[in-house]
């Protein structure tokens, strides 16, 4: 078996020998103690822990990850490992240089393979993977799904990772390589997959129409290095409007894997080509499947039709915010408006909280169930199955701050165990950042710090306006952050100007949330953290605006949820 790492590898090489070959997989063991815990996950993930006595391997110096990995694995598997060194740019320079790397590798990889190759044979091989190719974009053209795998499949020597069918919104992953968990997430939630990664569809797209050079050799450059639609590693930018071409996509997925460095650039190209698109992280043996549910039913959230309203009508709407750390309910009327509103603990029962404080509520208001549309939002939303629909918090937020704020452009919210900003259009979601793999910047990173000092967490705001110095607090992290304030405490430093540094510490990490979405004023400061004066008056410096907050920020999701069941049911 000839195994390989990435897909600017020449193929035609593979198929000249008439071994079978793929590309190596995700696995959840590597080669321990050489390669720190920080390298690319992607590449600790698809480092071989063991090859056969027949295998051969080639490792492309894909990036500095791989090529550090690739040393680590020549000490482990001499011989049976073949770096080839790819230019990470596209020139005539480079290309007539890559061509004469690639005569000196064939040398070498028949001589690992132990069978002998003639150039007559490498010629027919490169002709038939340029026939492969151009058959590949007549399946697309023709929308031949079937075709696509199967032509994907003799290509790449691995499976065909996308959706095979096609559903009411398409959602095109580009950037770093999507592991298949990735398109199982997008379509548990409806949605249909376009794998636009080198995991997926990209190795299979684009060569130059007049690939006839004599040399073979340049030829076969030429194809790897003038293709159409490159890796990031090669390119400082890439039209991925361009692929509107080949595919009917309304939403966008940038994949990024963890600790990688090169994606996360296309960030800015996105927005500058007003694309609807949401950033994703993944680590290839963990997906975090709830917090993906999030970020794209956000982005479905925009790109979808509104529905038809329902017939069935209803007296009431309640939105049943189920959050991390409190459940919030809002009950409005035809009129819009609110008769119930209540907040209490989550718990560790999400939906009984959630039923008890619906059935306060009806008590309250003296209805009965059936006369109540619920919408579901928040974490806990897909354990509310008694809800009517779910929509994720980002729209709720954008509904319930727009309903008390009109010209709102830009929403800071800070829960507890998540904050986020979001960015508005005309009361719709424009973009979006979230923080919820981290406690860092969240009211739960306050309450540790509270406990700490010994402060109860609602007077931690007042605290800081006391304070006469704000201490400089370099980690928003949680843990760091505990070591940093037991520390300040043994110096002698007062409790008042420790605060004030967390606040700084926080506001500095919202700042650059804010930034990266391009907020603006006016800005409505919603979630629980809101209730914090001190903060307040930190970020309110920061950000050199001021900051709106409703009379009661923890509720706008909830009241957003309501609101948009009201425009379905009533």
């Not at 918090?393 to 010209?407: D, M, Q, W």
Request: glycine share 6%; hydrophobic share 40%; proline share 3%.
């Amino acid at each position: 078996m000839i195994l390989y790492n990435c897909s600017y590898i020449p193929v035609e090489f593979l198929m000249a020998s008439k071994i079978p070959y793929k590309r190596v997989e995700s696995q959840k063991s590597v080669v321990n103690g050489e390669l720190h815990n920080n390298l690319c996950s992607f590449c600790l993930s698809t480092l071989p822990t063991k090859l056969s006595e027949n295998d051969v391997l080639i490792w492309a110096d894909s990036c500095d990850s791989m090529r550090r990995s690739c040393d680590v694995l020549r000490r482990h598997f001499s011989g049976r490992v073949l770096p080839l060194e790819i230019p990470n740019v596209s020139t005539k320079l480079s290309v007539e240089r890559f061509a004469h790397t690639l005569s000196n590798f064939f040398t070498s990889f028949k001589k690992a393979i132990k069978r002998e190759i003639t150039l007559s044979e490498l010629k027919k091989s490169h002709e038939r993977l340029l026939f492969l190719i151009r058959s590949f974009k007549d399946a697309i053209r023709n929308n031949d799904l079937e075709k696509m795998a199967s032509l994907c499949k003799t290509i790449t020597g691995n499976d065909y990772i996308k959706s095979t069918r096609r559903a009411r919104n398409n959602i095109l992953i580009v950037g770093s390589p999507a592991p298949s968990s990735l398109i199982d997430v997008i379509e548990e939630t409806g949605n249909s997959a376009i794998n636009a990664t080198c995991t997926g569809l990209v190795p299979c797209l684009g060569s130059p129409e007049d690939l006839n050079e004599e040399d073979i050799f340049l030829s076969i450059a030429k194809r790897i290095l003038e293709r159409e639609f490159h890796c990031m590693r090669f390119v400082t930018e890439r039209d991925i409007g361009s692929l509107r071409k080949y595919f009917d996509f309304n939403g966008i997925i940038l994949h990024t894997a963890k600790f990688c460095d090169f994606y996360g650039f296309e960030e800015k190209k996105l927005k500058a080509l007003n694309l609807p698109f949401v950033h994703i992280e993944t680590e290839p043996n963990h997906v975090s499947k709830e917090q993906i549910k999030t970020r794209l039913g956000a982005l479905v959230e925009r790109i979808s039709e509104p529905e038809q309203v329902r017939s069935q009508k209803k007296r009431f709407c309640a939105g049943i915010d189920s959050g991390s750390t409190s459940t919030k309910l809002v009950v409005v009327d035809s009129e819009k408006r609110i008769l119930f509103k209540k907040v209490v603990k989550t718990g560790a029962f999400p939906k009984k909280t959630a039923l008890d404080l619906l059935s306060n509520a009806v008590s309250k208001i003296g209805c009965d169930k059936q006369e109540v549309y619920i919408i579901a939002t928040g974490y806990g939303r897909g354990a509310l199955n008694f809800a009517d629909e779910a929509i994720t918090e980002i729209t709720c937020h954008a509904k319930g701050v727009s309903h008390l704020f009109p010209n709102i452009c830009t929403i800071i919210d800070i829960g507890g165990q998540d904050s986020k900003v979001i960015k508005l259009e005309n009361g719709s979601v424009k973009d979006f950042i979230m923080n919820d793999k981290c406690a860092a910047g969240t009211g739960r990173f306050l309450e540790v710090m509270s406990q700490i000092l010994e402060i109860p967490l609602s007077s931690m705001g007042d605290f800081s306006l006391r304070a006469q110095n704000s201490l400089s607090i370099s980690s928003v992290c949680t843990v760091f952050a505990e070591s940093e304030v037991i520390s300040l405490r043994s110096q002698g430093h007062s409790r008042e100007d420790i605060v004030a540094g967390l606040h700084t510490a926080i506001s500095r990490r919202i700042t650059s949330m804010y930034e990266r979405v391009n907020g603006k004023a006016p800005v409505a400061f919603t979630g629980g953290v809101a209730l914090n004066k001190g903060l307040k008056v930190v970020l309110e410096k920061m950000l050199q605006t001021e900051l709106l907050i409703p009379d009661d920020p923890e509720i706008t999701g909830a009241l957003g949820a309501a609101l948009i069941g009201l425009e379905k049911s009533l």
